[in-house]
């Protein structure tokens, strides 16, 4: 993959008319859309088909997370919409895992449509320890993600989301070729050091992302072209 490639942008933008901007602005700088719950539920699957017409790729990030018939039969809907990589809870369980698996598999075989590929989301980086105590989970946010990511890689998912922080851990205990998408990255000339939960582009490859999310350093810039191609060429001297 390239630099490129393995970039997506996170259009979390309040009109479909900036989305779209967005969208024709960056088709050629960045390798996926990120479409998450905001556009989503503003937008619909109509707008997903239309930037997968465009020529583009969707990450749709939804994050499911129900019982495991409920979630198989929206993986079947989003595998069918021909989205490239989609995001369920961990948390849901193993059975909702391998059902949502199953169903990209069954769709993929009968439309003979390259598979979606399922990541799974651990623990929020909203959560810290006393937000886990909360709702009963009384392990540490790292003890946790590090169960979660295990119980996603033996549900055969194909990947999971990982904060900065999580990436180097993840990619150390994880089968070759399991997928680690990052967001929470700043580019290194507005990269706060005092802000430990972000990253660098550089950082996060480094550390065995796979794939970088990147919202508002591209989207609320000057020049989101710019902006994206600058991380580009910084992504680019780390993965060449
Ligand atoms: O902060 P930024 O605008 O780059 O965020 C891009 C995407 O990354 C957002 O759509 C958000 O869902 C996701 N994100 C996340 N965890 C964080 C920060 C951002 O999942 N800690």
Do not use: C, W
Not at 26 to 40: C, E, P, R, T, Y
Not at 77 to 105: C, N, P, Q, W, Y
Not at 181 to 202: C, H, L
């Amino acid at each position: 993959m390239s630099a490129k490639d393995k970039l997506i942008v996170a259009l979390d933008v309040q009109t479909i008319d900036e989305a779209d901007v967005l969208i024709r602005n960056l088709k050629d700088v960045a390798g996926m859309f990120k479409v998450g719950s905001q556009l989503f539920t503003l937008a619909g699957p109509r707008l997903v088909e239309a930037i997968i017409k465009a020529g583009n790729k969707v990450f749709l990030d939804l994050k499911f997370h129900d019982i495991p018939h409920q979630v198989a039969g929206a993986s079947r809907v989003v595998a069918e919409l021909g989205v490239s990589l989609f995001t369920i809870h961990a948390s849901g369980g193993t059975e909702m895992m391998k059902r949502a698996v199953d169903s990209v598999a069954e769709v993929s075989e009968r439309a003979g449509v390259e598979r979606s590929q399922i990541v799974a989301v651990s623990v929020l980086t909203s959560m810290d320890a006393a937000a886990l105590a909360e709702i009963g989970v009384n392990t540490s946010p790292a003890e946790s993600v590090a169960k979660l990511v295990k119980l996603a890689e033996s549900a055969g998912v194909d990947g999971v989301v990982a904060s900065p922080r999580e990436a180097a851990t993840t990619r150390s205990t994880t089968r070759e070729g399991f997928l680690i998408v990052t967001p929470g990255i700043r580019p290194s000339e507005t990269a706060n050091e005092d802000q430990k939960r972000v990253a660098t582009p550089a950082a996060a490859l480094r550390d065995g992302a796979d794939y970088l999310v990147i919202g508002r350093p591209i989207t609320s810039a000057a020049d989101p072209v710019a902006a994206a191609n600058s991380i580009v060429a910084e992504m680019e001297a780390v993965s060449g």
